[in-house]
């Protein structure tokens, strides 16, 4: 499947950084609103762009409110940039939902995110229920991030890695060895692939890729998985843990 | 009322826009009325004879209105396209164009007899000699006028419908190229696929791409497409379909203006799924302004 591959107009109605490079922004978007699902994902450009930035932006949504969808955005590149520049009020364009996002979870579960992987898992959060919440960050700088998190999950269990916020450690340091409840997680690679040693029953993980066009003709964002080479955008970007060659 | 429709020798296309091999996928999603009415055809990504992974590592690099790719012609190979792919294809009433890549005479061979199969579902082989992002094969047939004279001829020999060549612009005589193609049974020239280009990633002091070259398309190309157009239509009788950073109606006339009879997007897809009908709406109106009837009148008219 591809998703929905309309491109709708939407207003950006709220904007806030939280972090020196990382925006949290809200689009009005019903139609999306309505029916996207936690893991899927949105593209969006900015009509002002014109050919360059050339490409659409894949973004995961950290929680729809009504009619708006919220997204968290680290500023890596241009096209993030540009978008960090703009207010409430201007005009994007947004097409999805797209992608094959998270399986229902069974009972209670643990949702696992490294950094800016907490974004697709507040949203799942918000409709599968709470369950645990651990996060990682790497440290110093990344207050305002988790106070942001923690305003949205007060039950956050927060690591980082020179200790300087929460427990010193990383967010499998919250994970178990067999885990029997269902773990949704997201984060880097590394991290992702670290919790297989952990074993736990199920897995699902969040996956992102260098995308072109998102919506599953291009294969630019291909990963390795045990059926071959897999669209990250139109195939995942959820993946079972199992499905992932991750040493590849 | 304002006529678009163009024939590409024996083919008849209602719309002069042809979605280029490698950016429509076979997802259900994508094969909508409503975003292929205003198409004329579509090319499939390119068919190898034996399923293909693709290229490890980075696979697709932005750059300012550019973009470099280095997927390696990832499909599931002739047979898979023959038995399953086709058959659902053949309801969506849109013209089909199989994008044959060829890594040797033998699997060249094998794919154009399995495709005489569904001949009737397939409205022309688009011989792609000139995709630059595999080791074997393909690009290395496209930039000889001998060897592209050979691969035509071998198709030739077993396929009785139409033949499209998709040129590279790597080419060191576009024009000896075309004139091969032509002499040796090509219906159409496609001009051209991606340019040659690389990225190095600065942090990481290296290159981008695994196999260190990636093909750049994009509006950045446009141009330089736009030249090879004329060149090359100036230099064949067959008709010629532009390639190459098509983004808007005027681009599209342009193109047509320069000598092509159709155009091809395909990087353009990626950022606007609705650009063949965004197109299409700029050309109208340029039509009616102009009082041009007929798409087709235009063809070449920059040189006359």
New interface residues.
């Given amino acids: ?5 309309d ?1 709708f107009p939407c207003k950006i109605t709220a904007r806030e950084m939280v972090g020196e490079d990382i925006l949290s922004i809200r689009v009005r978007c019903p139609s999306i609103a309505e029916s996207i699902y936690p893991g899927q994902f949105v593209l969006l ?1 900015d009509p002002s762009w014109g ?6 932006r894949p973004f995961a949504v950290s929680a729809v409110h009504g009619e708006d969808l919220e997204l968290l955005i680290k500023l890596v590149g241009r096209g993030t940039s540009l978008l960090a520049g703009r207010s409430v009020g201007d005009d994007l364009v947004v ?1 999805g939902p797209m992608g094959r996002g998270f399986s229902s979870p069974e009972s209670s579960p643990i949702y696992v995110a490294g950094a800016l992987g907490a974004a697709p898992l507040l949203f799942a959060r918000q409709v599968f229920g709470a369950g645990r919440f651990v996060l990682g960050v790497p440290g110093e700088g990344w207050g305002p991030f988790v106070d942001y998190l923690e305003a949205r999950c007060p039950e956050m269990e927060v690591f980082s890695d020179d200790g300087s916020i929460g427990v010193r450690g990383t967010a499998l340091d919250g994970l178990e060895k067999g885990e029997s409840h269902p773990v949704y997680a997201c984060g880097p690679m590394g991290m992702m692939a670290a919790i297989v040693k952990l074993e736990p029953l199920s897995c699902q993980v969040s996956l992102e890729s ?13 990963i390795e998985t045990i059926q ?2 897999r669209r990250v955008c ?1 195939d995942g970007p959820v993946f079972n843990l199992e499905e992932v060659v991750w040493n ?1 | 009322m304002l006529d678009l429709s163009v024939n590409i020798g024996s083919v008849p296309l209602r719309s002069p826009v042809i979605i280029a091999s ?4 076979y ?4 094969w ?1 009325d409503d ?1 292929l009415r205003h198409v004329g055809a579509v090319c499939s ?1 390119a068919i190898t004879e034996s399923p293909k ?2 290229n ?1 590592g ?5 750059t ?4 470099l ?1 280095s ?1 390696g012609l ?1 499909n599931t190979g002739i047979d898979d396209f023959v038995d399953e792919k086709v058959p659902k294809l053949k309801s969506y009433g849109v013209p089909i164009i199989a994008n044959v890549s060829m890594e040797d005479e033998r699997g060249l061979a094998r794919m154009v007899e399995r495709l005489m199969e569904v001949a009737d579902c397939v409205a022309a082989i688009e011989l792609n000699v000139s995709c630059p992002n595999v080791d074997k094969g393909c690009m290395s047939w496209g930039v000889s006028p001998v060897l592209t004279s050979q691969a035509v001829s071998m198709v030739r020999e077993v396929w009785r419908g139409p033949l499209w060549v998709k040129m590279t612009p790597q080419a060191p005589d576009p024009e000896g190229v075309a004139r091969a193609a032509e002499d040796s049974g090509a219906d159409a020239l496609v001009v051209a696929n991606t340019w040659l280009g690389m990225a190095i990633d600065v942090d990481g002091r290296k290159a981008v791409f695994d196999r260190v070259v990636a093909g750049f398309s ?2 950045a190309v446009f141009p330089m497409a736009l030249r090879l157009v004329w060149q090359v239509s100036s230099a064949v009788s067959i008709p010629v379909i532009g390639c190459g950073g098509v ?1 808007s109606g005027r681009d599209l006339l342009a193109m047509i203006m320069a000598g092509a009879t159709a155009i091809e997007l395909g ?1 353009g ?6 650009l063949p009908e965004n197109i299409l709406r700029e050309v109208k109106a340029y039509m009616t302004e102009e009082k041009v009837e007929e798409l087709r009148s235009l063809v070449g008219v920059a040189k006359k």
């Fill in positions: 499947m591809s998703g929905n591959v491109d450009r050919m360059d930035p050339l490409l659409m097409r260098r995308m072109a066009c998102g919506i599953g003709a291009c294969c630019g964002c291909v071959g080479k139109a590849a | 490698g950016t429509w996928g997802d259900e999603s994508l909508r975003l990504k992974d693709g490890p980075h696979r697709i690099w932005e300012p209105c550019g973009l790719n997927i990832q994009g509006p983004s990087t897809m990626f950022r606007d799924i609705r």
